[in-house]
């Protein structure tokens, strides 16, 4: 059975082998890549790496919820969706139930 530090230096060695590795190989990739973006001319955006993408394409592409609650004294609103704002915590905490405060 190995030691700990037999095994620790085993996984150094193979992290060193599959950087190497890696190296060797990511000229090939790189270069796959750059001919089959020529061959179907694609753009960064065709590649969600133009101003449009992850996150921020997700975030406009979301529609705002309707908000289904009101405080009464400052008017703010909450959708009922996600972590409970303080003011319905601190009103439940209070003995109100949270359907006093349903709009419409």
Known sequence: MSSYKDLIQQI???????????KKELGLVVAEINEKIAAYNLRPSDLKFGSESGA????KGRKQVAAKYRDPQS?????GRGRSP???LEAENAGHSR???LIG
């Open 56 to 59: 921020s394409a997700a975030k």
């Open 12 to 22: 150094e060695g193979l992290q060193k082998k599959a950087e190497e590795a890696r």
């Open 75 to 79: 008017g703010k609103t909450w959708s």
């Open 86 to 88: 303080l003011w319905v």
């Open 99 to 101: 359907e006093k405060f």
